[in-house]
């Protein structure tokens, strides 16, 4: 079966430096999301990206996150500098469509420790 | 707004028991609802959905899950619970045309011998 795949697995960051998650979501997607799960916390959204465009954002996705297809294989997600509150883990999810049908498929998630 | 309240935040329960997580939501129309199961270590895994219809939705796994419209409940069973079967659990709605999907802070399930 198809996979999202997430790299890497865990990455480990100094405060105010800038990181870069990497996601490669199934070819034949065409939706992109992104959610983070703070240790002990729920799983929360952050953003979905249709046709090189952010389609939703929550309000954690602020000025410090940016989000970006660079070819026709990789989704990435870029946190610009980074703050201890940043240490989660990471998800990328892919869908064929927009209405939950299929659903959406999650990758294994990066870990970020922000040090 | 919307939200998904899981109120068990462990359960444990014996290896042969059966099994019922809870799972409440608020939404003003009828969401689409979702079980994922994560693993130690693992991303999160679809067990079951439910959009429409029959209110009673099988899964992978043997579990299945209950949709309650009076109750704005999707509770999760299973009859038989296997030690591989721990793991966390979280109930998921969506509600198109928005694409994010809402989760519960799920619920953490440990199985005894």
């Known amino acids: 079966e198809p996979e999202v795949t997430q790299t890497p697995s865990h990455q480990v960051t100094q405060m105010g430096q800038e990181v870069i998650l990497r996601c490669v979501p199934i070819s034949n997607h065409l939706y992109f999301y992104w959610y983070r799960q703070i240790l002990g916390q729920k799983v929360e959204f952050l953003v979905s990206f249709y046709n090189n465009e952010i389609s939703e954002k929550s309000e954690i996705f602020d000025d410090q996150f940016s989000v970006e297809r660079p070819d026709g294989s990789n989704f990435t997600l870029k946190i610009r500098s980074t703050k201890l509150e940043d240490s989660a883990m990471y998800f990328c999810?892919?869908?064929?469509?927009?209405?939950?049908?299929?659903?959406?498929?999650f990758g294994d998630g990066t870990r970020l420790s922000i040090l | 707004a919307q939200s998904v309240t899981q109120p068990d935040i462990h359960i444990t329960v014996s290896e042969g028991a059966s099994l019922e997580l809870r799972c409440n939501y608020s939404?003003?129309?009828?969401?689409?609802l979702f079980w994922y199961v994560q693993s130690p270590g693992q991303g999160l895994q679809l067990l079951l959905k439910y959009f429409s219809g029959d209110t009673l939705v099988q899964g992978i796994k043997g579990f299945e899950a209950e949709f309650k419209r009076s109750q704005s409940s999707f509770n999760l069973r299973k009859p038989s619970v296997h030690w591989s079967d721990a793991a966390e659990y979280f109930c998921?709605?969506?509600?198109?045309?928005?694409?994010?999907?809402?989760f519960g802070k799920g619920t953490t399930l440990s199985v005894s011998s």
């Open positions: 939404y003003g129309a009828t969401p689409y």
């Open positions: 999810a892919s869908s064929f469509t927009a209405d939950f049908s299929p659903p959406q498929h």
């Open positions: 998921a709605v969506g509600a198109p045309p928005k694409t994010a999907l809402i």
